[in-house]
């Protein structure tokens, strides 16, 4: 399965811990791009972490300190560790990877941050 398949998200209270994963049949070193974008409600879809190949990882100033991003090579999975949340962080989570100039998107997975 080429589409990315997110999972790990889930209901934290406010200071909590989740990782979300991103599984693909891709092998990582064909990706020239893994990155996690999250969308709340109302808002546009934003960058939140992104892994370019060769290029070193970066983060929104908002998650910056917080969030991790990490692959496995072996289980062709990306990951977001995702530690003190804060409400402000609940939305849908969606995994990207590039192959060329072809994105492939995940179904999304739902964070929840209560206060």
């Known amino acids: 399965q080429v ?3 997110e999972s790990g998200g ?3 209270q406010a200071g909590g811990s989740l990782r979300l994963s991103c599984a ?3 092998n990582i070193f064909s990706m020239n791009f893994m990155g996690w974008y999250r969308q709340a409600p109302g ?3 934003e960058l939140v972490a992104a892994m370019p ?3 070193s990882t970066n983060y929104a100033s908002s ?3 917080r969030f991790t991003i990490s692959r496995d090579n072996a289980k ?3 990951y977001l560790q995702m530690n003190s949340l804060k409400p402000e962080d609940t939305g849908v989570y969606y995994c990207k990877i590039s192959v060329g100039y072809v994105d492939y998107w995940g179904q999304g997975t739902q964070v ?3 206060s």
């Open 112 to 114: 929840t941050v209560s």
């Open 53 to 55: 190949r060769g290029g």
């Open 10 to 12: 889930g209901l934290v």
């Open 76 to 78: 062709k999975t990306v």
């Open 3 to 5: 589409q990315p398949v």
């Open 63 to 65: 998650v910056e300190g």
């Open 43 to 45: 808002k546009q879809r």
């Open 24 to 26: 693909t049949s891709i």
